[in-house]
């Protein structure tokens, strides 16, 4: 079974901003470099069949390339307790249709739409059960604002789950169409 996203990588001068960012929280696991990514849409467990099913539609995607940048902070939680730190982008539309497409693509091969509203970000540590005092941090990096990137790209990435937490590899990059 393959464990599959699909994604944005953000380019190293934007990685080296993102990175330059994370100090300062106890019990924060900082994402390392290599874990940096845009989540467009999350597919999970799927078998080799329906992993080349979602490569082949996925091919299939038209969009034109678009600029966004860094912009401000925010965090997830779970069960009330802090479980991601992360990093906003804007302007969301373009990431939004993007998502839209990739989940019509997902949902043309087979897969259940998706149900969850998109919140794009770029997640910066995840925390254990006990979370995480992020309060000084929040407030440190509100007005984060990075200069704009070009969206030319998007991969389908696969998930491995080792015993140092999840390693992400491209698989597949696709190119905006102009
Ligand atoms: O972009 P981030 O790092 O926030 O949280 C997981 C990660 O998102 C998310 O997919 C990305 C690659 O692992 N993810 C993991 N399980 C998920 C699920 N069941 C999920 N997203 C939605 N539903």
Not at 141 to 152: D, E, Q
């Amino acid at each position: 079974m393959y464990r599959l996203f699909v994604a944005i990588r953000p380019p190293a001068e934007q990685r080296a901003h993102l990175l330059s960012l994370m100090a300062g929280v106890e019990g924060a696991r900082w994402q390392d470099d290599d874990q940096l990514h845009l989540t467009l849409r999350f597919i999970g467990e799927v078998d080799r069949h329906s992993a080349n099913d979602i490569a082949d539609a996925l091919a299939g995607i038209r969009f034109a390339p678009f600029d966004i940048h860094l912009d401000g902070v925010g965090s997830f939680d779970r069960k009330g307790v802090v479980d991601t730190l992360w990093a906003g982008v804007q302007p969301r539309d373009p990431l939004a249709a993007l998502h839209r497409k990739i989940d019509r693509a997902c949902v043309s091969i087979g897969l259940e739409p998706e149900s969850r509203a998109y919140l794009p970000h770029i997640t910066l540590a995840r925390f254990g059960r006990a979370g995480g005092f992020i309060d000084p941090f929040l407030a440190r990096h509100a007005g984060l604002s990075g200069t704009p990137f070009r969206v030319g790209s998007f991969h389908l990435y696969e998930s491995r789950i080792g015993h140092g937490g999840a390693t992400y590899h491209p698989i597949e990059e696709y190119q905006a169409s102009s």
